[in-house]
């Protein structure tokens, strides 16, 4: 079974910046593609940013310039800088991990991290 660990999260004014990671454990097998989801309240859950093991990277068109994924193999971990953070970024961020082979292949989410940007 793979679990997913965010941290980082926070409250931080507009303007200013805030790193979130989470761990996966368990057996992570190649390809895969582990990424950042946030949702707001009333909203839905939407893609922020995500990058496969082979590190090609996606970007929502609202976040790029001012966020960056990345990520560490040997550790199985994510990461979200965010700067430049606003108002509208205030959200719950979840990780997600992908798995597209392997016996525990299949689609995996964090519990999330709370990221509150004050104006």
């Known amino acids: 079974q793979v679990q997913l660990v965010e941290s980082g999260g926070g409250l931080v004014q507009a303007g200013g910046s805030l790193r979130i990671s989470c761990v996966a454990s368990g057996h992570i097998f190649s390809p895969n593609t582990m990424g950042w989801y946030r949702q707001a309240p009333g909203k839905q859950r939407e893609l922020v940013a995500d990058?496969?093991?082979?590190?090609?990277?996606n970007y929502a068109d609202s976040v790029k310039g001012r966020f960056t994924i990345s990520r560490d193999n040997a550790k199985n971990t994510v990461y979200l800088q965010m700067n430049s953070l606003k108002p509208e970024d205030t959200a719950v961020y979840y990780c997600?991990?992908?798995?597209?082979?392997?016996?525990?292949?299949?689609?995996?989410w964090g519990q999330g991290t709370q990221v509150t940007v004050s104006s």
């Open positions: 997600r991990i992908l798995i597209r082979t392997g016996w525990n292949s299949g689609d995996y």
């Open positions: 990058i496969t093991s082979g590190d090609w990277i």
